[in-house]
C-alpha cells in the first residue's frame, strides 16, 4: 500500500479552484480599469466646434518642434497613428495622397505618433514614403488631451483651431473617406 501524499486530492483541487478565482478577479478588474480609463479619455476628446488643444511635440525626424499654434490661420488634418497599426498601414497611402492634393490649397497635414518606438516609427514613415511632418508624442501627453483610444484616429480644423470633425478608423473606410474629403472642404471654406 502507498502512503498517501498529505493535502491528498482534496486539497489540490481547493488550490486550484482558488487560483481561478484568483484569475478571474484580476481579469474582472483588468475590464475595469480599461472601461473607466476609456471613458475618462473620451471625455477629454475636444468635440465638433471645440477648440482643438494646443501642442508644442518634437518633430520625428530632424532637429525642431512644431508647435499647432503655428499653424493658425490654416486648415490642420492632425491624424495619430502607431507603426504596429495595421489600419493605419493601409490609410498611409490615402493620407500621402490627400496630403500632395491639398498642401498647394494651404492645407496642412500633420502626423502623431502614438505609443511607438522612434526608430519603429521611422521605419513606418519611410516604408509608406509619408512626406507631410511627423511629431511624436512620447509622454503621451497630447494624445491624452485629445481622447484617442485608438489608433488611427483623425481631426480635422479649421482655420481658427475649431474642431471641424472627428474620425475614428481609418479614412480608407468607404464612410470615412466622405466624411473626410467633406470636412477638408469645410475646413479649409472656414
Known amino acids: ?8 486530492a482534496a486539497d489540490v483541487t481547493r488550490r486550484l479552484k482558488a487560483t481561478g478565482q484568483l484569475i478571474a478577479l484580476a481579469c474582472v ?13 473620451q471625455q477629454h476628446a475636444p468635440g465638433v466646434g471645440a477648440t482643438a488643444p494646443a501642442f508644442t511635440l518634437r518633430r520625428l525626424e530632424g532637429p525642431g518642434k ?13 491624424n495619430f497613428w502607431a507603426s504596429w497599426c495595421e489600419p493605419c498601414k493601409s490609410e498611409a497611402a490615402v493620407l500621402e495622397r490627400d496630403w500632395t492634393t491639398y498642401r498647394g490649397r494651404g492645407v496642412v497635414f500633420l502626423g502623431v505618433d502614438y505609443h511607438d518606438l522612434g526608430s519603429d516609427a ?22 491624452g488631451r485629445y481622447g484617442i483610444s ?15 470633425a472627428h474620425l475614428r478608423g481609418p479614412i480608407t473606410d468607404p464612410g470615412f473617406a466622405g466624411q473626410f474629403q467633406s470636412a477638408i ?3 479649409a471654406a472656414a
Do not use: N
Not at 478588474?29 to 479619455?41: F, R, T
Not at 521611422?122 to 494624445?143: C, E, I, K, N
Open 150 to 164: 485608438q489608433v488611427p484616429e483623425t481631426y480635422v480644423l479649421d482655420r481658427q483651431g475649431r474642431v471641424v
Open 122 to 143: 521611422r521605419r513606418f514613415v519611410s516604408a509608406h514614403a509619408l512626406t507631410f511632418p511627423m511629431l511624436q508624442d512620447g509622454s503621451g501627453s497630447v494624445t
Open 29 to 41: 478588474a483588468g475590464l475595469l480599469a480599461l472601461l473607466v480609463w476609456s471613458v475618462v479619455h
Open 185 to 187: 472642404a469645410k475646413a
Open 66 to 78: 512644431v508647435s499647432l499654434a503655428s499653424y493658425r490661420g490654416k486648415p490642420v488634418v492632425l
Open 1 to 8: 500500500m502507498r502512503p498517501r501524499a498529505e493535502g491528498g
